[in-house]
């Protein structure tokens, strides 16, 4: 029969104790995953943003596009995307908004201002997202569309 050093056991115990913390912290960290923080994060250095308005009906279709230089006005547009999911749904988008930095885009998001699907998809790293826009981020948006 062999036997360990007590202090040799406290210290076996403590280091288990320790691998099992840490694991328990990682799983708990990626079940957790806020798609708001990980979009402020990732578009932190935006400098500019473009929205794409669709106007009109079907050839007759042209685009207006806005160009915002305006480090607040990209933090409020940023800011307008909330936690909700709003899930799947068929809705008619309003336009799109494309966020650069020193003219290289980043990623694009779809949004509909439509009364039933006021929301914005987008996709983030591989997956798709349909959040909720804020009352203030419609409002905002309305100010460039109508």
Do not use: W
Not at 5 to 32: A, E
Not at 63 to 82: M, W
Not at 106 to 115: G, V
Request: hydrophobic share 40%; aromatic share 10%; net charge positive.
């Amino acid at each position: 029969m062999i036997m360990l050093n007590p202090g040799l056991k406290t210290h076996m115990g403590f280091k288990n104790l320790c691998s099992v913390i840490f694991i328990s912290l990682i799983i708990f960290q990626s079940c957790s995953f806020n798609i708001n923080t990980a979009l402020q994060d990732f578009l932190k250095d935006a400098d500019e943003v473009k929205i794409y308005i669709n106007k009109g009906e079907s050839e007759n279709k042209s685009i207006k596009v806005i160009t915002i230089t305006s480090k607040d006005t990209i933090k409020n547009i940023l800011s307008s995307i909330t936690d909700e999911d709003v899930g799947k749904r068929n809705c008619v988008y309003t336009g799109s908004i494309e966020f650069f930095h020193s003219k290289i885009s980043l990623i694009n998001m779809e949004f509909s201002l439509s009364d039933e699907c006021k929301m914005i998809v987008f996709q983030y790293k591989g997956n798709i997202f349909r959040k909720v826009i804020s009352k203030k981020g419609i409002e905002l948006l309305k100010s460039y569309v109508y």
